[in-house]
Each structure stands twice: as C-alpha cells, then as structure tokens.
C-alpha cells in the first residue's frame, strides 16, 4: 500500500557531497515525521536525522553543521544533502515515514529499502 524508495547514494570522495532523496508513494492520508538512519555493519541502525511535517529538524551530533534534512510536502519526498563526507560517514541510508494510510486511523512507520553511501578515497 505504501512505498519508501530512496536514491541517490553512490561513491565518493573524501570532502564530497551527496543528496540522498526519498519518495513516499501508494494511499496515502498523511505524513507526519519523516527521517534518516543509517547502518553499518556490526552497528546499530542510528538516526542521523528527521523533519517534522512543520519543518522542525532534528540532528545527530555529527550530522550538525554538515548534513541538511529538508521535506517537499506536496512531493511527499524528504531529502538529506550531506557535505564535507568522511569515510565515518560509510553506511547504508534508510529513509523512514510515519504514515496515515487512507483506510486507517493510525500513523505507522515505513521504511526504505536503503541505499548505499560510500565514502572512500
């Protein structure tokens, strides 16, 4: 019913940027907080960072200062511009939804199947 599809991951330099985006799609009410978290292997998925529906953005520590989250409502895409990448910044990217399907009264959390962000020299 609901999709999370993500894109812009690749390779790149150390000091390089990159834009990761991720569309929301299928029946769809609403859309509430919307996120990124990413894995490594051997760790814990962590949120990197999220954006209320109101705009409100929340950072983990190493994300602030150089990752920008940011949302287009009417596109129900969120999108994650990430500079100055290091290789600590290696990981796959998950995007996340909280989700009010057109047939249910709840918000739910959807996932992304991921993408792959490398950073190596």
């Known amino acids: 019913q609901v999709q999370l599809v993500e894109s812009g991951g690749d390779l790149v330099l150390p000091g390089g940027s990159l834009r990761l985006s991720c569309a929301a799609s299928g029946s769809i009410f609403g859309i509430n907080t919307m996120g990124w978290y990413r894995r490594t292997p051997g760790k814990q998925r962590e949120l990197v960072a999220d954006?209320?529906?109101?705009?409100?953005?929340n950072y983990v520590d190493s994300a602030k200062g150089r990752f920008t989250i940011s949302r287009d409502n009417a596109k129900n895409t969120v999108y994650l511009q990430m500079h100055r990448l290091t290789p600590e910044d290696t990981a796959v990217y998950y995007c996340?939804?909280?989700?009010?399907?057109?047939?249910?009264?709840?918000?739910?959390?959807?996932w992304g199947q991921g993408t792959q962000v490398t950073v190596s020299s």
């Open positions: 996340s939804a909280e989700i009010r399907i057109r047939s249910g009264p709840m918000f739910t959390k959807y």
């Open positions: 954006i209320t529906v109101g705009g409100t953005t």
